[in-house]
């Protein structure tokens, strides 16, 4: 059975969306695909979505998490979203959203933590004198994959984009 975090900071939290609100969720964006899938594979869907927030937000979120034994990045303290705290007890619609959207991906069968291709070093210019070579760009990037996820998230990053940070306004 999937656990779900609700924003008590649960220890053994795997998702940060529970399979009811995803159904909510494909329902109302009209994700026909989603629904003949069974319980266990959207639980499966579910925690590999949470597995790619992890590995790509973590260092990401603005503010710090409530609890050190938590299993998930959120709850969060000192997050600010358009001059608005976010509660620290709950988990925000946007990040539970963007969770269903990544499952979703994920039960179609997207690999979300793929292995990169760091490319085969193909020569795309040899000069021989003076010694040069030029090879082609590999522009394998699993960070820029999901670019409407990252917009939906942006706000709850931090300034740079790291954890610790915080906005600074010159006024």
Do not use: H
Request: proline share 5%.
């Amino acid at each position: 059975m999937l656990v779900t975090e609700t924003g008590r900071g649960l220890p053994n939290a795997e998702s940060y969306a529970s399979v009811a609100a995803a159904d909510a969720r494909c329902v109302a964006m009209g994700v026909t695909d989603w629904a003949p899938r069974t319980e266990p594979e959207k639980e499966v869907a579910l925690r590999r979505a949470t597995q790619f927030m992890l590995a790509n937000y973590r260092q990401r979120w603005a503010g710090r998490r409530v609890y050190q034994a938590q299993a998930l990045d959120f709850p969060r303290y000192d997050v600010c979203v358009d001059d608005f705290p976010v509660r620290s007890d709950v988990v925000p619609a946007e990040v539970v959203n963007a969770c269903i959207d990544l499952a979703v991906r994920a039960a179609d069968g997207t690999a979300l933590l793929p292995d990169l291709d760091v490319g085969n070093n193909q020569i795309k210019r040899d000069k021989t004198g003076p010694l040069e070579t030029e090879y082609f760009e590999n522009n394998t990037d699993a960070s820029s994959r999901f670019v409407a996820i990252d917009a939906v998230l942006e706000p709850f990053f931090g300034a740079a984009g790291g954890a610790g940070m915080m906005k600074v306004v010159r006024g």
